[in-house]
């Protein structure tokens, strides 16, 4: 009986741990006055702030929000920095009671806040990696803070790294170390946000700003040049029916000359949409003048080649140039030949 007791508590045991650890997964203490693990997900608005004043406010001064989340997007480093600086903002937004330091760059501590009779700091650290060494090695050289805060998804192995650096101090007989790795174990805390999390917020952000800022002006420049595209074809429009209606043009002749109009149409907005899309106001000066000097090159180019592709028959007005003074067609709205 006793035997079977112990082999269902083991096989619950074994159930409840991951097996690949032997030891199941460790409890996640946050820091006092926290409200623990998010439950929500980092506001869009705060990742945009973030990387715009404290990741990259010169790129975004000199060259836009866009350009500022393009480089987010392709340098690792960058990206780096942005989640390192979005896991502050984050982290004292969910948890009023803390504030950050005035100064950026304050040695050893990010945030601090007011607990058992006196100011505590904590200190923020975010590594790509998840390396328990680089965490230990941070504690050694940021020591000071009391509250020691890492990533919801890197603090067990943080933690286990630092009871194992305990054990093998103990066994070698360094209590005086190991009593300081108990120090720093103490002061270890969970952020209350996954490493995951704050990299996702930062890369899907950055996705929306840059799609986007390519999206607009695309929409502008296929405005602009449907307009443009519009004024042409009337234009060439107009002087097809003058001609027509004037016995200048046959039907046969209206058709070609309505499919150049066409052809004239849609090379002028594509010139003039390639120019807005380049930056140039879709209404200045620079898009008119483009535009225009494309109509007539197209043109004269149109003119040119006319000859080796209009091959319809004469006019009523063309024939009769041709026979002597004084003559005129019988019918004049018979079919010429």
């Known amino acids: 009986m006793k035997f079977s007791i112990c082999v269902s508590v083991l096989t619950f ?3 409840l741990c991951p097996a690949r650890t032997s ?14 693990p998010a439950r929500l997900a980092v506001p869009g608005y705060l990742t945009e702030r973030t990387v715009f004043e404290r990741t990259l406010p010169r790129i975004t001064a000199d060259r836009g929000p866009v350009a500022a989340m393009q480089r987010v997007v392709t340098d690792p480093l960058q990206r780096s920095r942005a989640i390192g600086y979005l896991a502050e903002e984050d982290f004292v ?22 607990m058992h009779g006196r100011f505590e700091g904590g200190q923020l650290k975010i590594h790509a990696s998840g390396d328990p060494s680089q965490y230990m090695r941070d504690m050694l ?3 000071r803070a009391e509250h020691f805060l890492v990533p919801d998804d890197h603090y067990p192995a943080v933690r286990r790294g630092i009871e194992k650096r305990i054990g093998l101090l103990n066994r070698s007989g360094d209590v005086k170390a ?15 946000r996954s490493y995951k999390q704050l990299e996702v917020s930062v890369i899907s952000q950055a996705g929306k700003v840059v799609r986007a800022g390519t999206v607009a002006p695309q929409a502008q420049a296929v405005r602009g040049a449907g307009g443009y595209f519009v004024v042409a074809l009337a234009v060439e ?33 594509l010139v003039t949409g390639g120019a807005i899309l380049a930056g140039a106001n879709p209404l200045g000066i620079t898009v008119i003048a483009v535009g225009t000097v494309t109509y ?7 003119g040119t080649a006319q000859p080796h592709y209009w091959t319809t028959p004469m006019t009523v007005a063309e024939i009769e ?3 002597p003074p004084g003559w005129r067609l019988q019918d004049p709205l018979a079919r010429p030949y």
Not at 245 to 264: C, D, F, P, Y
Request: with cysteine; proline share 5%.
């Open 141 to 143: 050289k940021d020591h």
């Open 237 to 269: 429009g107009g002087v097809v029916i003058y001609r027509s209606a004037t016995g200048e043009l046959t039907s046969t002749q209206a058709n070609l000359a309505a499919r150049e109009g066409i052809v004239k149409a849609g090379t002028v907005s």
């Open 13 to 15: 045991g074994l159930l």
């Open 93 to 114: 937004l969910r948890n009023p009671a803390w504030t950050k330091v005035a100064k950026p760059n304050a040695p050893q501590n990010d945030v601090f806040a007011f």
């Open 23 to 36: 030891r199941c997964d460790v409890a996640l203490p946050a820091a006092p006055r926290t409200t623990g």
């Open 178 to 192: 190991a009593a300081e790795w108990n120090r720093h174990l103490g002061r270890l805390k969970s952020l209350g």
């Open 321 to 323: 140039s041709l026979m």
């Open 296 to 302: 007539f090159i197209v043109d004269y180019a149109v």
